[in-house]
């Protein structure tokens, strides 16, 4: 099987932090790039179906961004192309602020390299940044999305104690919102006090549900369609992944022209499913292409 090229890229944020990423590509650059932004700790070690995604994208002429944000590692130390020195990121520090500047610096770059569109993917908590940086940024450059198996913050918050929760808000009142906490949140994810009180108190990623009563009024401000895929035991999706993705993608305003795609009998990192989801994304890639080609033939 063929490897694409792989071309580390960094794209630079308003403040200076230069994201890690890698382009995958074969040849000439593409019209489109299909750009993936990562979930926390979704990094190529705990998700080597980024892998799989670039070289087929690529094989398939669709160049592929790994499209690393701020707590896709756990602690990193990245160039400040403003300051000239370096920044420390990462979920232990991530501020939620950074959320929609992250997303757009590879957005930006993007256009930067003279792609004629970008698909916007995410993966995990990676769709639900997509969902929350769509909602307020209405570019046409931006012609697609997918979410890939979206994060149900009720299932995410649910492993975070009382204990812990009182901690946190202690910690905070006290000024030592810089502290690291002496647990690890989620039970893996070690996090100083100010981070964790946004994901517990100030959270603007709760945006995908399965019950139709929820806020769903990010979603309620896309103005583009896409794709939602999840596989069948995700256990982020708290029980019941095809409605995750179901009930979120009816409150788009596109709904009926996007696309439910569900993978059998894998989880959250489609574990021996690679391959299908794989094919299912080129497919998607694929498709919106074609109707792109005939749109502009037409005209």
């Known amino acids: 099987m063929t490897v694409a090229k792989r071309i580390e890229i960094g794209a630079q944020t308003e403040r200076g932090t230069v994201l890690p990423g ?4 074969e040849g000439k650059r593409t019209r489109t790039a299909v750009i993936a932004i990562t979930g926390i700790h ?70 930067r390299e003279g792609y004629e569109g970008v698909v916007l993917c995410g993966h995990s908590l990676g769709a639900n940044k997509v ?18 198996s979206p994060a149900n913050m009720d299932f995410l918050l649910g492993q975070v104690t009382e204990d812990q929760r009182k901690v946190v808000d ?25 981070t964790a009180r946004q994901w517990l108190h ?10 139709p009563a929820r806020d769903f009024s990010q979603a309620r401000a896309v103005t583009q369609a896409g794709a939602l895929l999840i596989g069948t035991r995700d256990a982020f999706a708290l029980g019941d992944p095809e409605a995750l993705v179901r009930v979120t993608s009816a409150a788009f305003p596109k709904a009926g022209d996007n696309q439910i795609i569900l993978i059998e009998g894998t989880g959250h990192t489609y574990q021996r499913r690679v391959p299908e989801t ?4 080129v497919g998607l890639v694929r498709g919106w292409d074609a109707q792109h080609a005939g749109h502009t033939e037409g005209l």
Request: glycine fraction near 8%; include cysteine.
């Open 170 to 194: 202690r910690a905070c009142r006290s000024g030592q919102s810089d502290r690291l906490l002496p647990f690890a949140v989620f039970g893996w994810a070690p996090m100083l006090a100010g």
């Open 42 to 111: 979704g990094n190529f070690w705990s998700n080597p179906f980024y892998y799989d995604f670039g070289d087929a994208l690529a094989r398939a002429g669709h160049d592929f961004v790994y499209a690393e944000t701020c707590d896709a590692q756990g602690q990193l130390e990245v160039p400040n192309a403003n300051t000239g020195g370096t920044d420390t990121i990462g979920s232990f520090c991530e501020d939620f602020a950074w959320i929609d500047e992250d997303v757009d610096a590879y957005v930006r770059w993007a256009r």
């Open 22 to 25: 890698v382009l995958f590509r």
């Open 131 to 148: 969902v929350h940086y769509l909602s307020g940024h209405h570019d046409s450059f931006v012609e697609h999305f997918v979410l890939l």
């Open 278 to 281: 794989t094919q299912a994304l």
């Open 202 to 211: 100030a959270n603007p990623l709760d945006n995908v549900h399965t019950d």
